[in-house]
């Protein structure tokens, strides 16, 4: 699997939120650095589980619209 890359507005935004977090919920300052670093931590030990079930979610999604499909178009043969 690929890495897994951010846009550079999701990135900043990312890092605002865990300084957000930081500073409320343990009363501690990330630097930039710290917070795009604990970032990137959860992105390579996390990422590829939260990928894999959103590609299992989305099979399973597609493969009932598709079951639903053939009862929708299919016609009954004389």
Do not use: C, W
């Amino acid at each position: 699997m690929k890495k897994i890359e951010l846009s550079d507005e999701r990135r900043s935004a990312l890092v605002a939120h865990l300084q957000s977090l930081f500073a409320s919920s343990f009363d501690e300052n990330l630097s930039d650095f710290r917070a795009d670093e604990i970032l990137d931590l959860m992105l390579r030990t996390l990422g590829p589980t939260v990928y894999n079930q959103a590609v299992a979610d989305v099979r399973a999604h597609l493969q009932v619209k598709l079951d639903d499909l053939d009862g929708e178009v299919h016609l009954e043969e004389n």
